[in-house]
């Protein structure tokens, strides 16, 4: 009898017990506001039946979602690079001498097998997480006068979203999507149209925008709900001052600098965007390419907001893949729930008064620039999700590990 086998088979889920059950030492909060503001004691993060029931696979696919485009490539070698020590290791582990003793076609054959079973299990995980509008995680805790806001999303009529598997997510959609999150109130600003500024009544409010594409910026108009020819902004430098000089004037809209691309064409003059009339940037953005920025250069431009007197915001910037929140914004609007009250242009008029009129509201997750290297954002990704999630939470992580554990003890 091979005495290595029982052994072999519980040293796993005893290792991922262990470091689960270590991760409340090195906790970090589920939610922070990005500014260092303290979040009202009240905040908190509802979880539905389904997502705990189902947290391993909730939180993984979370997890994902929120990683920047640098962390994704690093998650797909980190998988490779993993797989690869897994295999090597249970080989030696059942002493194949690799190096001395040839590979018959049977074991090749397996091993062939194997992989092409984790590639399709691995595109099949993928693709529930991106395709699946699931039970989200939503916002919650929060007082009477506070509406919970996201400033910039889109729909099917944005061509970045029609011409995908997403096709569907119209404007219905989109306020579902962000229902389920917790928000009252969502901008759609789809790509240089206004067309999915559709009638719609009910919880969360619709609120009017668009995001202009002009040169080398996208720049997210709130309030407005006409055209907006982009060419007029996009030839040069002073057509898209222009545009930020004369949004409020001409479109009646605040303007908010959106990521990445800010920081890519313009970092070096955001002063002269701040003097042409910008109103706001975006400070969080959970696209993976806008999810780059450093915390370090959001913390220059909080600095430039605080000292201009400029708002700050975190969006989701939806184009309809997965059902995950990353941020969340606090606006408070005294009133608002009363019926009959106008909560977009109430938000509007809270905007104008700067910096102070927006609390952001990030959840913890793998940043880009952490320590963590690239080839281990897979085991990265995993610990902060556990660093970040509650005892009920573990307890279902627990409840998978050794179930699995012991219904595979049982089919062998």
């Not at 395709?131 to 919650?140: E, G, S, V």
């Not at 559709?198 to 309030?223: D, F, M």
């Not at 106008?342 to 008029?349: E, G, K, Q, V």
């Amino acid at each position: 009898m091979d005495r290595r086998r029982p052994v072999a088979g519980v040293a796993f889920p005893l290792f991922l017990t262990a470091a689960l059950l270590a991760a409340p030492a090195a906790a970090a909060p589920p939610l922070s506001d990005p500014t260092g503001a303290e979040l009202p004691p009240s905040i908190h993060l509802t979880v539905p039946w389904l997502y705990w029931v189902l947290a391993p696979f909730f939180t993984l696919w979370d997890g994902i979602s929120m990683l920047s485009m640098s962390r994704l490539r690093g998650f797909l070698l980190g998988l490779v690079v993993l797989y690869a020590a897994w295999r090597v290791g249970r080989a030696l582990w059942h002493r194949y001498a690799w190096s001395a003793v040839p590979l018959s076609r049977g074991v090749l054959g397996r091993e062939v097998r194997l992989l092409l079973i984790c590639l399709v299990l691995l595109a099949a995980f993928l693709a529930v997480g991106a395709l699946w509008h699931r039970p989200m995680l939503a916002l919650a805790g929060t007082e009477q006068d506070e509406a919970v806001v996201d400033f910039h999303s889109h729909t099917n009529v944005s061509h970045d979203v029609r011409g995908t598997l997403m096709r569907g997510f119209d404007t219905e959609a989109n306020l579902r999507w962000h229902r389920r999150a917790g928000f009252d109130a969502v901008f759609i600003t789809d790509h240089n149209t206004v067309a999915g500024l559709t009638a719609h009544s009910g919880t969360p409010a619709r609120c009017p925008g668009i995001e202009v594409s002009a040169w080398k910026a996208h720049i997210v108009l709130l309030g407005d709900s006409l055209p907006v020819e982009r060419r007029r902004y996009n030839s040069s430098f002073q057509a898209l001052l222009e545009l930020l000089r004369t949004s409020d004037s001409t479109y009646g809209a605040l303007s908010v600098a959106s990521l990445p691309e800010y920081e890519e064409s313009h970092w070096t003059h955001l002063d002269s965007l701040v003097n042409a009339g910008l109103d706001g940037f975006e400070i969080v953005n959970a696209a993976p390419k806008a999810n780059e920025f450093s915390r370090a250069r959001r913390d220059t431009v909080i600095a430039l907001a605080r000292r201009t007197n400029r708002f700050v915001v975190g969006v989701s910037d939806i184009h309809g893949w997965g059902a995950t929140s990353l941020v969340w914004n606090l606006v408070r609007v005294p009133g608002w729930r009363a019926p009959g009250t106008r909560l977009c242009d109430m938000i509007l008029s809270r905007l104008r008064e700067g910096f102070p009129a927006v609390h952001v509201i990030e959840r913890h997750h793998l940043v880009a620039e952490s320590a963590w290297p690239l080839w281990l954002t897979p085991i990265g990704m995993i610990w902060e999700t556990w660093r970040g999630m509650g005892w009920g939470l573990a307890a279902s992580w627990l409840g998978w590990i050794w179930g699995t554990w012991s219904l595979r003890r049982r089919l062998l």
